[in-house]
């Protein structure tokens, strides 16, 4: 009803405009849709990115989320800010049931492919400190993930890693270390090889 009313007020030339450039009502209807449903949160969707209707992209304890153009954002996938920030950059594909959570910042470059069930969260709780684990809260150092990487699928990428560009990671793997550009890093814990064929890629 909310979107109706929106609809009813827009001038019928506009309409015709929005329409065209969005490829048809269904479509403009989704961007009306996430309008509504990101008003007075801290973030920022290029229209031109996909966000399918189960996926979940909020703002927890503040923070702020950036996703920029020709995105794809899945059902179920889920990106938190938890206080911190998720930058995401352009053609880039979150797949279903993947969690980037923000805390100490998530940074995503440009061409990345993240695969289902991948947990990408930089930060940890202060198991050393002598408050109970649950009033302690968590510290958190940062997760970088560089250009045209592809991460497999059920991959878990923990806090202070950075991977260069053009590396791919396993499916199943954990990543505890920083990964070099060109790389494929696979296995528990993750241990990882150069990539011969990263000159080639494009």
């Known amino acids: 009803m909310a979107v109706r009313r929106i609809f009813e007020r827009i001038p019928t030339g506009v309409y015709q405009r929005l329409r065209a450039a969005t490829r048809g009502p269904s479509l403009l209807c989704r961007r009306v849709r996430y309008a509504i449903r990101f008003a007075g949160m801290n973030v920022t969707v290029h229209p031109t990115t996909w966000v399918a209707g189960h996926a979940i992209i ?62 990408i969260i930089p930060a940890n709780h202060n198991f050393r400190s002598s408050t109970p684990l649950h009033e302690a809260g968590v510290v958190g150092r940062g997760i970088a993930i560089g250009n045209d990487v592809w991460v497999g699928a059920g991959a878990r990428i923990l806090d202070g890693v950075v991977i260069g560009d053009r590396s791919v990671v396993g499916a199943g793997a ?26 080639q890629r494009t």
């Open 174 to 199: 954990v990543v505890s270390r920083s990964v070099p550009t060109g790389s494929v890093a696979t296995g528990v814990p993750a241990r990882f090889r150069a990539y011969q064929g990263a000159s």
């Open 58 to 119: 909020r703002c927890t304890d503040g923070g702020r989320i950036v996703i920029g153009k020709y995105c794809e954002i899945h059902d179920y996938a889920i990106i938190d800010s938890n206080g911190g920030s998720v930058q995401i950059g352009d053609h880039c594909s979150v797949n279903p049931f993947a969690i980037l959570y923000g805390h100490g910042g998530t940074f995503l470059g440009n061409g990345v492919r993240i695969a289902a069930q991948t947990v």
